[in-house]
């Protein structure tokens, strides 16, 4: 329980776990226990994040008098900074990570003068040179940021849990909006597909959103609706590692009743359904990292047409050879019938002849010729004389 309390947290190799203890940042190596170095002496620290795919780690300080608040990116083992930032006026901060460690957000939550709150996000370039920061500011409430796991995108859910809007925003020269404002979303959660530019608005464990969910593509100038659907009573969803199939699912911890769990494309087809009374959880089977570098799967994207073609023609030579195998079998058949009529035709013929000879080895009939003359009438008629 009091490590729990601290807040112990692994890296994401499980080469380095760190911890709070006061105003120190202790990190510790495995398999040794030992601390890296020294306890880092971070006044007033409230929070640290490890990156998803770096050993960097993100950690920010609360004011402090006229001390401003601060957010460091710092690099292990050498514990040296990577970026950082200070903040005004800060109530509240919290740290999003981009799964590839492209990005990191930060939400700053600051009282402006008239006591309401804003927040104002910090973006840090990590794979730029010298990290640059830019920011941007959103006047509703934030509920919540999720970033697309590979792509330079993310999205916001603004509002309150009665009503919330979502919001599209892509980071180029400048972070920029991708289309309209999604107003009046039955939606608490975006999941990211894991290869990114889908994703699935839902409503997780709340009876007022009716378990909407909504498929949207976002790799255009405008996010498409692509399909809805509904799980009444939704608790919880999973896309699957290749980014084609979600299972949405109602476990038995979030609700006793109409358990099971749904699955879809990433299109929002529905698939299959079924109810299974006391489910409690769904998890797809983790696949290991690509063999394939970064730079080959570039390449591969970039000459997608050619290996398209390349595909397509093996497709057309394994369909006409399934074809000519069918043509052969059936002409194998006819062949075959063909000969058995053949031969049947021959023993009819062989049948017929028998049956000849039979008839001509019997007994002819002997047949007597007799002419019979029968005397009808006779007329006599006078002679004309002709002189």
């Not at 609706?225 to 009573?233: A, P, T």
């Amino acid at each position: 329980k009091q490590w729990y309390q601290r807040r112990v947290r692994g890296s994401h190799d499980g080469q380095y776990f760190a911890t709070i203890t006061g105003d120190n940042l202790s990190i510790y190596t495995t398999p040794s226990m030992k601390l890296l170095n020294k306890k880092l002496n971070v006044q007033n620290i409230r929070d640290f994040v490890w990156c998803p795919c770096e050993n960097w780690i993100a950690y920010w300080q609360s004011e402090n008098k006229n001390i401003p608040a601060r957010v460091t990116i710092m690099a292990l083992p050498s514990c040296e900074p990577i970026a950082s930032k200070n903040l005004f006026s800060v109530t509240n901060i919290e740290i999003f990570w981009q799964n590839s460690g492209n990005y990191l957000a930060v939400k700053v939550d600051r009282i402006v003068r008239n006591r309401e709150s804003e927040n104002v996000f910090e973006i840090f370039r990590l794979r730029e040179k010298d990290v640059p920061v830019e920011n941007f500011e959103i006047k509703n409430k934030v509920l919540s940021l999720s970033w697309d796991p590979k792509g330079p995108r993310f999205a916001l859910i603004q509002g309150d849990q009665g009503r919330t809007d979502v919001s599209f925003y892509r980071i180029g020269e400048k972070i920029a909006q991708i289309g309209k404002t999604l107003v009046n979303k039955k939606c608490n959660t975006i999941k990211w597909s894991p290869l990114g530019q889908y994703c699935v608005l839902a409503g997780l464990n709340n009876f007022a959103f009716d378990g909407m969910l909504e498929f949207w593509d976002v790799g255009s100038d405008t996010p498409t609706l692509m399909e809805s659907g509904e799980h009444f009573m939704v608790t919880h969803l999973a896309w699957d590692p290749t980014g084609r199939y979600v299972c949405s699912s109602n476990s038995y911890g979030g609700h006793s009743v109409e358990n099971g769990y749904f699955m879809w494309s990433f299109q929002g087809t529905k698939l299959y359904e079924t109810s299974l009374e006391g489910f409690v959880q769904f998890q797809w089977r983790p696949r290991p990292p690509s063999l394939l570098t970064e730079a080959h799967l570039k390449e591969i994207k970039k000459n997608m047409k050619s290996y398209a073609r390349d595909f397509e023609i093996k497709d057309k030579l394994s369909k006409s050879k399934a074809s000519k195998e069918l043509i052969e079998k059936r002409r194998r058949v006819y062949d075959e019938y063909m000969a058995y009529r053949k031969r049947k035709d021959q023993e009819l013929k062989a049948l017929r002849l028998q049956y000849e000879e039979v008839r001509s080895d019997s007994v002819e009939e002997e047949y007597v010729e007799e002419v019979v003359e029968f005397f009808i009438k006779e007329e006599v008629e006078a002679a004309e004389n002709k002189e």
